[in-house]
């Protein structure tokens, strides 16, 4: 039997087979193609500029209070809160600025007393503070009271202690009162609330304090209220998230910034404590 041969039209329609099969091949490996083919973005495309935002502070304490060494003999109220005083004793406190006729540091302890006697009966308070001591009034690197449950009476006795002379070794006082802070972290159980209150009249003479600042706020359960007295312009301890910053030209702002760190710290939630 004799097979008739493949007509002209037939080739024809084969041929236009392959080609449209050969294009669209073509097409899916991303050759020009009509409405809905992936273009590849050209050289010269520019990305959008983002808009700049300053970075959003982290905090990851972590396992806090870090582990004992040894035993700790805990605390009867595991729930206290707990205020840490950096008191700036400094030379420049005996300047008569923003005080009326008596020196600064009068103004300051007296500031810090009628605070520490405001405290509730349960609250705990240690104070860490540099200057001089009137023994000889010989300079002293650090002079501190450490948390006593139930007993307010100490820290105000070390208080009355200090007395301008030197410099401002404030980050070094910083670092000292989360130690203190820790310490009593591990007698209550990691429970309870943890403020460190800076009052200082200058700037730190050893290290940049807003450094050890967001050091201790980013790795701890601590809270930071300062208070610049009779300062002009920006202090290093004004870290927006970090710390909670204000400033006292006279007396009575001195004493009511103090008495807003006892507001603040009763709406603090430990879990939200740095501003997103």
């Known amino acids: 039997m004799k097979l008739n041969p493949i007509g002209k039209v037939d080739k024809t329609i084969i041929l236009i087979v392959m080609i449209i099969i050969a294009y669209m091949a073509f097409s899916d490996k991303g050759g020009p193609r009509g409405a809905g083919t992936k273009k590849s973005p050209s050289a010269n495309t520019t990305p959008a500029k983002q808009p700049m935002v300053d970075p ?39 300047d008569r600025e923003c005080s009326g006729r008596d020196p600064k540091i009068h103004v300051a302890r007296a500031a810090v007393k009628k605070f520490i006697d405001s405290l509730g009966p349960g609250d705990n308070v240690a104070l860490v503070g540099f200057g001089g001591m009137p023994h000889g009034m010989k300079k002293t690197d650090l002079i501190e009271h450490g948390f006593v449950s139930g007993d307010t009476s100490g820290a105000i006795q070390t208080l009355e202690k200090i007395f301008p002379m030197g410099n401002t070794p404030l980050s070094q006082a910083m670092k000292r009162g989360l130690s203190m802070l820790e310490g009593q972290a591990r007698r209550q159980g990691g429970y309870g609330k943890y403020n460190m209150i800076i009052i200082t009249d200058g700037v730190a003479t050893d290290s940049d304090p807003s450094v050890t600042a967001r050091m201790i706020v980013s790795s701890s359960m601590v809270r930071i209220h300062a208070i610049g007295f009779c ?23 001195l004493e009511e910034g103090l008495q807003s760190v006892l507001a603040e710290s009763d709406q603090f939630d430990p879990g939200t404590f740095v501003e997103q």
């Open 56 to 94: 959003v502070p982290t905090r990851d304490p972590g396992l806090w209070p870090p582990p004992a060494e040894g035993k700790v003999e805990m605390a009867l109220d595991l729930e206290a809160s707990n205020y840490l005083i950096v008191f700036d004793g400094s030379g420049s406190m005996s």
């Open 231 to 253: 300062l002009d312009g920006k202090h290093k301890l004004d870290v927006p998230g970090y710390t909670r910053y204000s400033t006292a030209n006279n007396p009575q702002t």
